[in-house]
């Protein structure tokens, strides 16, 4: 496959490409533009270019566009749904989900987009102003560079690509090297559905890409999702010319099960709020912590549900758990497993690993003073169980890490369950469910080393357009 710039699939300006690896059978799927810095910089010019009539379209005429779009997807759906489920080794029925959340989040944005009012302050409001009318209009910020991660490619292109461009904004979507395929299509869709050329372009490589985008000064708007370590990078490029920039960052959020809890209900929801997507999910619910007195139930129950999960081909729609997005990423969960065992953990479930392929892995009996147990974040098919005594510690070992993205308790008690949400350093809380719950209408964003800012129906518009305030002075006699 090729970039998209300017409307024209294009090569690298080197004419180098990147090999695209399917992560179960480890063979070479297609191939992407290694891209440069130039060509970076070509898609800023560009996007600048495209914005200054884009932003002038209505938002009914962008909404058409997107329509058109939303149909294009759902006639191309199995071939979207395969190619993902090959580049990023997702089992094909989670492909399928996040192929079908398209529309789902496009259709919500285009409404909120329609209703995206202004504010009137009246005369008289404050003294020295009886005759004067002020009113603020939303502006789109310009030039917007999309970095979008590996695990879940369309759900954060839906995320920031929708809202930005109805908001009158171009963007450039640098793809995850690893897996960029399924996001080339759906910028190609974007173009047949009748986007005007510069107004999506997508732009393959390596962090250098990246980092020159950032750069840019030509760019008005960064959002971002991936590591901490890649978004404080960011962040720090993005700086140089004072570039509003929102991230959403690591986790590792806390999973909390009390004494009263239901354990039936909380075995279940850690199959989905952990082994979703082979585990690799940053709001999925990484620390298990425990109450000593329901830990034994909890652990047998578990063990018991873990061990049926499928593993095998993405392919194969009895598949539970697929690979991991590269055997690199597998290599790395492994040597943190072997880490937590010599830090006190006892492996009871899993702990092998073939290729790219982790068997889903359930440690127990992690001390408190673990790595895992606060900021050791491990993007796999892996259960952290630490065991606890009460509420109290439940909450000191949650508050204990550098992240704050979601975490959730398991209790029959809603006055404990609700001062534990109010207690938890996070920007999500789930009661009675998995940590990992992200609808398309809240607002998604952490505290702490989590991220900077919020994405969701409900708040990227703030994220992607600036207020402006007109004031008529005097306007009243």
């Known amino acids: 496959m090729q970039n998209i710039i300017n409307g024209k699939f294009v090569d690298a300006s080197n004419k180098k490409t990147m090999n695209i690896v399917n992560p179960y059978t480890g063979k070479v799927i297609d191939t992407v533009p290694y891209s440069t810095e130039k060509d970076a910089k070509k898609a800023?010019?560009?996007?600048?270019?495209?914005?200054?009539?884009?932003?002038?379209?209505?938002?009914?005429?962008?909404?058409?566009?997107?329509?058109?779009?939303?149909?294009?997807?759902?006639?191309?759906?199995?071939?979207?749904?395969?190619?993902?489920?090959?580049?990023?080794?997702?089992?094909?029925?989670?492909?399928?989900?996040?192929i079908a959340n398209i529309p789902i989040s496009f259709n919500a944005f285009c409404e909120k987009a329609k209703h995206l009012y202004g504010n009137v302050i009246p005369a008289g409001t404050e003294a020295g102003q009886d005759k004067?009318?002020?009113?603020?209009?939303?502006?789109?910020?310009?030039?917007?560079?999309?970095?979008?991660?590996?695990?879940?490619?369309?759900?954060?292109?839906?995320?920031?690509?929708a809202p930005a461009i109805l908001a009158g904004n171009t963007v450039i979507v640098k793809p995850p090297h690893q897996n960029p395929l399924t996001l080339i299509k759906l910028v190609s869709l974007l173009k047949d559905a009748g986007l005007p050329n510069?107004?999506?372009?997508?732009?393959?490589?390596?962090?250098?890409?990246?980092?020159?985008?950032?750069?840019?000064?030509?760019v008005h708007g960064i959002t971002f999702t991936g590591?901490?370590?890649?978004?404080?990078?960011?962040?720090?490029?993005?700086?140089?010319?004072?570039?509003?920039?929102?991230?959403?960052?690591?986790?590792?959020?806390?999973?909390?099960?009390?004494?009263?809890?239901?354990?039936?209900?909380?075995?279940?929801?850690?199959?989905?709020?952990?082994?979703?997507?082979?585990?690799?999910?940053?709001?999925?619910?990484?620390?298990?912590?425990?109450?000593?007195?329901v830990l034994a139930e909890f652990q047998e129950k578990l063990v018991n549900r873990i061990s049926k999960l499928v593993v095998g081909n993405p392919l194969d729609k009895k598949t539970e758990i697929g690979a991991l997005v590269t055997k690199a990423a597998c290599d790395?969960?492994?040597?943190?497993?072997?880490?937590?065992?010599?830090?006190?953990?006892?492996?009871?479930?899993?702990?092998?690993?073939?290729?790219?392929?982790?068997?889903?892995?359930?440690?127990?009996?992690?001390?408190?003073?673990?790595?895992?147990?606060?900021?050791e974040e491990i993007f796999a098919p892996v259960i952290s169980i630490i065991p606890c005594d009460d509420v109290e510690e439940a909450i000191e070992i949650?508050?204990?890490?550098?992240?704050?993205?979601?975490?959730?308790?398991?209790?029959?008690?809603?006055?404990t369950a609700f001062d534990v949400c109010a207690r938890l350093e996070c920007g999500g809380t789930v009661i009675n469910g998995a940590s990992f719950h992200r609808s398309f209408e809240m607002p998604?964003?952490?505290?702490?080393?989590?991220?900077?800012?919020?994405?969701?129906?409900?708040?990227?518009?703030?994220?992607?357009?600036?207020?402006?305030?007109?004031?008529?002075?005097?306007?009243?006699?």
């Not at 732009?203 to 985008?213: C, I, K, P």
């Not at 986790?251 to 850690?270: K, M, Q, S």
């Not at 357009?465 to 004031?471: D, G, M, V």
């Open 132 to 161: 004067t009318l002020q009113f603020t209009v939303r502006e789109p910020l310009g030039v917007m560079v999309a970095i979008i991660p590996f695990n879940f490619p369309c759900d954060l292109f839906d995320q920031k690509v």
């Open 332 to 375: 790395k969960a492994v040597k943190q497993i072997e880490k937590v065992v010599e830090q006190g953990g006892k492996i009871i479930l899993g702990g092998t690993a073939e290729g790219a392929v982790l068997q889903p892995t359930i440690i127990t009996n992690i001390p408190k003073t673990a790595d895992v147990a606060h900021d």
């Open 227 to 293: 590591s901490t370590a890649v978004g404080k990078l960011t962040y720090l490029n993005g700086a140089e010319h004072l570039v509003h920039v929102a991230l959403e960052l690591g986790g590792n959020d806390a999973f909390i099960v009390l004494d009263d809890a239901d354990i039936d209900l909380a075995v279940e929801e850690t199959v989905w709020g952990r082994m979703y997507n082979t585990g690799q999910v940053c709001c999925a619910s990484k620390r298990f912590i425990v109450q000593k007195s």
């Open 398 to 415: 949650a508050n204990s890490s550098c992240y704050g993205l979601c975490g959730c308790v398991f209790t029959s008690d809603m006055k």
């Open 444 to 477: 998604f964003g952490g505290y702490k080393m989590s991220g900077i800012g919020t994405e969701g129906v409900m708040s990227t518009f703030d994220q992607v357009t600036k207020t402006k305030t007109i004031t008529l002075k005097n306007i009243f006699r």
């Open 44 to 98: 800023v010019e560009y996007a600048k270019k495209a914005q200054k009539s884009w932003k002038g379209v209505p938002v009914y005429q962008k909404v058409e566009i997107l329509d058109r779009f939303v149909s294009l997807v759902e006639e191309n759906k199995d071939d979207l749904a395969k190619t993902l489920s090959k580049e990023t080794g997702k089992p094909i029925t989670q492909a399928y989900a996040e």
């Open 198 to 218: 510069g107004v999506v372009q997508v732009v393959t490589g390596d962090g250098v890409v990246g980092s020159a985008l950032a750069k840019n000064p030509d």
